[in-house]
């Protein structure tokens, strides 16, 4: 895909060079730390350390993930998709509206943590905040080998989901929807922690829900499984 003429923003190869040398240390630190706290780490705001040559590879592919899922229609400007730094408390989100997302760049990310605090926004990036955040804070931290969530707005299954009508497998990459697509029933936008945890519990083993009137939620063990389940659905 990204050879088919996706442009990443990448950067000079100074800023790459710099990505490496602080990724090599710094995360080696944080996972250095991770493992002997035995659980999430609480990671200080850094806007040095948390711009936009931080957490690189997770940024390239969460824009191009965010790129695929615009180019498909299952968002746009509104919907936004979410990857956890792995052995972190550290979750990248895609900006809210004002922002198509087939035209993400890496630089555009915003910066969590699990329970909420943003760390970090793009400057000059006119755009709003991903409003519905805890939603991807909140199942990150409650399905923590999920590494990447999607909010969609995809119109297929959001019909299917007005009309109460099941989501079945019919072919072969849906095989992982036979248990079922549990649905929520609350139509509203998720902009309470409250509100999310009754999302994730409806959520609960599976890896997609219907937002009945408003979208879907799915989610992957990594940003590659996180795609193909948001096609498959």
């Given at each position: ?7 990443l ?12 040398n ?26 040095d ?17 965010g ?25 990248l989100?895609?900006p ?8 993400l760049r890496v630089?555009?990310?915003y910066?969590?943590?699990i ?14 905040d ?5 939603i991807?804070?909140?199942?990150h931290?409650?399905?923590?080998e999920?590494?990447c ?9 959001t ?12 072919i ?7 248990e ?5 029933d ?16 409806v ?5 997609a ?5 408003h979208?879907?939620v799915?989610?992957g063990e ?12």
């Amino acid at each position: 895909y990204v050879g088919g003429g996706v442009s990443l923003g990448l950067g000079p190869a100074a800023a790459r060079s710099d990505v490496k040398n602080w990724s090599s240390s710094g995360q080696r630190r944080r996972a250095d730390r991770f493992k002997a706290t035995g659980g999430v780490i609480a990671v200080a705001a850094e806007p040095d350390r948390l711009g936009p040559v931080a957490y690189w590879e997770e940024r390239r592919k969460l824009a191009i993930l965010g790129r695929i899922a615009g180019s498909l229609g299952y968002i746009g400007a509104f919907g936004h998709i979410s990857v956890r730094v792995p052995d972190t408390d550290i979750v990248l989100i895609t900006p809210g509206a004002g922002v198509e997302k087939s035209t993400l760049r890496v630089e555009q990310m915003y910066v969590y943590d699990i329970n909420g605090t943003k760390l970090y926004h793009p400057p000059d990036l006119k755009a709003f905040d991903p409003l519905e955040y805890p939603i991807h804070t909140r199942i990150h931290r409650d399905k923590p080998e999920m590494l990447c969530v999607a909010h969609l707005h995809a119109r297929t299954s959001t019909l299917l989901g007005i009309a109460n009508q099941p989501i079945v497998p019919v072919i072969n990459q849906a095989f992982y929807l036979h248990e079922g697509v549990p649905t929520s029933d609350n139509p509203s936008l998720v902009v309470k922690d409250e509100q999310a945890a009754e999302l994730s519990a409806v959520l609960g083993d599976k890896v997609a829900c219907q937002m009945r009137g408003h979208g879907s939620v799915v989610v992957g063990e990594t940003p590659e499984i996180g795609l193909m389940n948001c096609y498959s659905l």
